[in-house]
């Protein structure tokens, strides 16, 4: 008994040190083609979250335009968080934010633009034009551009 408990023994060598290697080095492929895709999947979060409030200060503004007879005179990014809370007017604790919210075409539109968190910084802009004409654009302004290929969306 105690010879085939020796002869098992002998006969446990673990791995080859090319076969490790061979390993590794799979291992580092596919985090080769991993790393870059979460790097993109994360710019296109933080472009749904700048989407997500350009849509919301729109919304606000059109609460606005209700409350001033059909006009966005006045209209300010500070104006239109006390109609929304949930609208962020400055960056802070990596969400976006309302950088701009200003009347257009002489009261009868307006533009509200909404900076994504992150490092690219891409924006998004809503215009409503005075016959009623909506426009969604954005710039990209990083390598990385996440869900903003600059134009419109």
Not at 8 to 34: N, P, Q, W
Not at 71 to 82: P, S
Request: hydrophobic share 40%; proline share 2%; glycine share 12%.
């Amino acid at each position: 008994m105690l010879d085939r408990l020796r002869i098992s023994v002998k006969d446990d060598r673990g791995f080859t040190l090319v076969e490790l290697l061979v390993v590794i080095l799979i291992i580092g492929i596919l985090a080769a083609i991993a790393i870059p895709s979460f790097l993109a999947q994360k710019g296109k979060a933080y472009d749904a979250s700048a989407k997500e409030m350009v849509r919301t200060g729109a919304e606000a503004a059109e609460t606005y335009s209700t409350d001033h007879d059909g006009e966005y005179t006045g209209m300010t990014a500070a104006a239109l968080h006390e109609y929304e809370p949930r609208i962020q007017t400055e960056a802070g604790n990596g969400n976006a934010y309302l950088s701009v919210a200003t009347e257009a075409e002489g009261g009868r539109g307006y533009e509200v633009t909404a900076v994504a968190p992150g490092a690219g910084k891409d924006t998004f802009t809503i215009t409503r034009k005075a016959d009623g004409e909506v426009v969604r654009s954005c710039k990209a302004e990083g390598a990385n551009k996440g869900g903003c290929e600059t134009g419109t969306w």
